[in-house]
């Protein structure tokens, strides 16, 4: 990952730069289209031949004026190439198509971020979600999650689950090695992990902890898969520090879940959570660290999508440096006995016991 100690461009490439970011919207807006359009998918079964504008025309639909003009932008944003008279699909049209995280990503930004982003400037003037109205009247996106536009609720699950699922493998034989009886799954959401746990462990109980909202999602989900017996639920506001908290697992469970709240609610539910658990018990947090990525393209995501719990999820929270999350972690009363970096698409997991 680059360190970001030195300035990379020269003043005429800084204004080119800066160029790009004046017009970086057009441009998303473009790749997009062209994907959804067909065009995309066109170029690349014509392989580094290519085809003219009014053979891409014929096979995609598209007008031949919209081609040109689709394609003439791509060729500045470097998304195709050009051997008179036809466009060749380049290698970033290439994974504008076919990659998943950059789909995920980018039908995340469109469908979810992209109206609400318009209001930045006053979420971080206010400290609120500005954003949110584009999407719905609700204090945070998390009451809301289960009522989102069609499209939006669609794209925000698979944003989330595309960077969660690829880590269960390692996460569960990890959890398993202690072989815990009992587990709270805190922010449980969908469910999901909750039933890799009961599939992968014939023998263990889990109970989702979340929004009354989410709850009903999952336990559907749960009754669905048929282990509505082995999976119990407790409906409740991790925020409110009168209810209180189940007591009785041997491990707590938190999966992309505390990095939806600011450090000060942070510090407040590990607290709760250390006052609930058995002395014994093992708690397992897994996050998403910008500062402890291997490549420069997952540091972009995380801080992008910080901007996105900024303007769109609650106005407060963020995907955090793991040096500033840590000193959290060990004001509530833990220590961290194992921390393994790089899981799946680049999670941390944190093994914590009580002090």
Not at 54 to 76: F, H, P, R, T
Not at 287 to 303: G, H, I, P, R, V
Request: hydrophobic share 40%; charged share 20%.
């Amino acid at each position: 990952m680059t360190n970001f100690q030195t300035d990379p461009f020269s003043a005429l490439e800084a204004k080119t730069e800066a160029q790009k970011l004046a017009f970086a919207p057009i441009t998303f807006h473009t790749a997009r289209t062209l994907r959804d359009l067909g065009i995309l998918a066109v170029l690349d079964k014509a392989g580094q031949t290519g085809l003219n504008a009014q053979q891409i025309s014929n096979q995609s639909g598209v007008s031949e004026y919209g081609v040109k003009v689709l394609l003439d932008m791509a060729l500045s944003a470097h998304i195709v190439t050009w051997n008179s008279p036809n466009y060749i699909i380049a290698k970033l049209g290439y994974f504008l198509l076919h990659d998943g995280m950059t789909r995920a990503n980018l039908d995340f930004t469109a469908d979810v971020c992209y109206a609400g982003m318009m209001h930045l400037t006053e979420a971080i003037k206010e400290g609120t979600p500005a954003g949110l109205k584009e999407l719905g009247d609700w204090p945070t996106i998390y009451e809301g999650l289960s009522r989102l536009p069609e499209q939006a609720k669609k794209s925000w699950f698979e944003f989330d689950h595309f960077y969660s699922d690829r880590s269960f493998p390692l996460l569960l034989e990890k959890v398993f090695a202690h072989k815990p009886k009992r587990i709270f799954d805190v922010g449980g959401n969908t469910g999901k992990w909750s039933l890799q746990c009961v599939n992968y462990d014939k023998d263990v109980e889990m109970t989702i902890i979340d929004l009354p909202q989410q709850i009903e999602v999952a336990m559907k989900n749960v009754a669905d898969a048929g282990f509505a017996g082995r999976v119990k639920n407790h409906p409740t506001n991790m925020l409110d520090k009168t209810l209180q908290l189940p007591t009785g697992a041997d491990a707590w469970w938190m999966s992309q879940f505390l990095d939806c709240f600011s450090p000060m609610e942070i510090l407040s539910i590990l607290q709760r959570v250390r006052k609930a658990m058995k002395l014994d018990a093992k708690v397992y947090i897994l996050e998403l660290f910008w500062d402890a990525q291997k490549y420069d393209a997952a540091t972009l995501s995380l801080n992008a999508t910080s901007l996105y719990f900024t303007c769109l999820a609650n106005g407060n929270s963020r995907f955090y440096r793991s040096e500033d999350f840590l000193q959290i972690v060990e004001q509530a009363g833990f220590k961290v006995t194992q921390r393994t970096d790089n899981i799946g698409l680049g999670h941390t997991l944190l093994e914590l016991e009580a002090v």
